[in-house]
């Protein structure tokens, strides 16, 4: 597999205040890797520095082998990565068609054709493309998020939090399209609370814990680990 996304000795946060210490990660073409903790473990900010959207403090980022280290949003998804926060990722007021067109700002001429080929590999959202996004269900606005940073051919897909709030089919059935898209080749880095389900997905798994890479290994090994099973699985020790 070749490595798309590697970060080494990243600190990360907002202003002066530190949240990601020294985090050292790597991600490669068909690849899921999903990152887990507490809340306030600073997941997310990780996720955010990666993708553009939070203060690099030092380490160093690389993404299909350039350097991006402290670049802009911008920068980061015309090399190849595409961010999916958890909240705000839509437009409510506008179509499913429209959010995908606004999601292609890099396509061009070739909206059309790349719009064609997001509703091929999301075949959930082509039943509704004309539907206003505010009225999809949880599920269907995630999945619709999903899409419009698949607009941009992105080599890797980082997503915050994808399942939050959704029930657990639809939380099943959201990690499944993102195993599905790491298989097809993308590179797909999550962040997520729903940890069960996700390492069920997952090839590779971190745990996250005051800003610090507390544990890390296959997915199968951070599940069966029992101190780890005991605080973010709900296992008894």
């Known amino acids: 597999m070749s490595l798309l996304l590697q970060a080494s000795g990243l600190r990360a946060g907002y202003g002066a205040a530190e949240i990601v210490h020294g985090v050292e990660l790597s991600l490669s073409a068909g690849e899921m890797l999903t990152l887990?903790?507490?809340?306030?473990?600073?997941?997310?900010?990780?996720?955010?520095?990666?993708?553009?959207?939070?203060?690099?403090?030092?380490?160093?980022?690389?993404?299909?082998?350039?350097?991006?280290?402290?670049?802009?949003?911008?920068?980061?998804?015309?090399?190849?990565?595409?961010?999916?926060?958890?909240?705000?990722?839509?437009?409510?007021?506008?179509?499913?068609?429209?959010?995908?067109?606004?999601?292609?700002?890099?396509?061009?001429?070739a909206l059309a054709e790349r719009r064609a080929q997001v509703l091929r590999l999301l075949p959930e959202l082509a039943g509704f493309s004309r539907r206003i996004a505010g009225r999809l269900s949880g599920g269907e606005r995630q999945t619709l998020a999903v899409g419009m940073a698949l607009m941009v051919e992105p080599k890797v897909l980082l997503v915050d939090e994808p399942t939050a709030g959704l029930s657990p089919a639809l939380v099943g059935r959201l990690l499944e399209l993102l195993r599905r898209l790491a298989d097809e080749g993308l590179g797909v880095l999550i962040v997520e609370q729903n940890a069960r389900a996700a390492l069920a997905r997952a090839d590779r798994a971190m745990v996250l814990v005051d800003g610090q890479v507390a544990a890390a290994g296959t997915a199968a090994e951070i599940e069966a680990a029992p101190d780890l099973g005991a605080l973010f699985l709900g296992r008894a020790a």
């Open 36 to 109: 887990i903790g507490p809340n306030g473990a600073g997941k997310s900010t990780l996720l955010k520095a990666l993708a553009g959207a939070a203060q690099v403090m030092g380490g160093r980022v690389t993404l299909m082998g350039q350097d991006v280290t402290g670049a802009s949003a911008a920068r980061i998804a015309a090399s190849g990565a595409a961010y999916v926060p958890q909240e705000r990722n839509i437009f409510r007021s506008l179509t499913v068609e429209e959010n995908l067109g606004i999601g292609g700002w890099l396509a061009g001429p």
